[in-house]
């Protein structure tokens, strides 16, 4: 028989929502390439994970990131293009760090307004991060208003899509719950009645 640890739902859904999160992450980079919604899986991944998992997922989202772009979308080997992919792997973390930040002292406020205000942090931490380094490798003609209200479009909506899909992952993991707790109640039964 199975370990009871093997059956929690709790035991396999951290990992499978990291999973969710990087193949998310493939998603987003063959849809918008450069444009993948950092931000979003920075808030995202605050709202939903440990300190240490979200920082875990916002390294594994960039890396899935940047493995698709230089390996499917023939992002070029020069070192401004690298540099940019260290830039976004910072910038990543980075938000990631503000969105904590911004839960941990929101942590009383209604869910819907922290996780929102927790996107904010996330997504401003993110563009400050992108323009200083825009300043350095080039780039800050495209932080226009068109181009930066498409960024914060596509964060939005991808949180959205992210914090409904963890929903359901919380549905499915309590309905689990409720069901292995009513099979091993009717075990014991069974087994108290057979003694």
């Given amino acids: 028989m ?3 640890m093997d059956l929690n739902p709790r035991g396999w859904r951290r990992p499978t929502w990291l999973l969710l999160l990087v193949a998310a992450s493939v998603a987003f980079t063959f ?4 444009a993948a919604p950092f931000a979003a899986f920075a808030a995202a991944s605050a709202c939903t994970l440990p ?5 875990s ?5 960039w890396l899935a990131n940047q493995g698709v772009g230089f390996a499917f979308l023939h992002y070029p080997w020069t070192m401004n293009c690298l540099a940019w992919g260290a830039a976004l792997g910072t910038t990543a973390l980075l938000s990631t760090l503000a969105a904590r930040l911004t839960l941990r ?3 009383q406020v209604w869910a819907p307004a922290r996780n929102s205000v927790t996107f904010l942090a996330a997504f401003a931490a993110y563009e400050a991060a992108l323009i200083v380094f825009s300043l350095l490798l080039g780039g800050a003609e ?3 208003p068109a181009i930066q209200g498409r960024i914060f479009a596509i964060n939005t909506v991808a949180l959205v899509g992210l914090l409904a899909l963890d929903r359901v992952g919380v549905a499915i ?3 689990e719950t409720v069901r292995l707790r009513r099979s091993k109640n009717l075990t014991r039964i069974v087994a108290r009645k057979h003694a």
């Fill in 57 to 61: 997922a916002a390294g594994a989202v």
């Fill in 173 to 175: 993991a309590t309905v």
């Fill in 142 to 144: 495209n932080f226009t």
């Fill in 2 to 4: 199975p370990d009871e």
């Fill in 105 to 107: 002292r929101l942590a």
């Fill in 31 to 34: 849809t918008f390439a450069c």
């Fill in 51 to 55: 300190r240490r998992d979200a920082y």
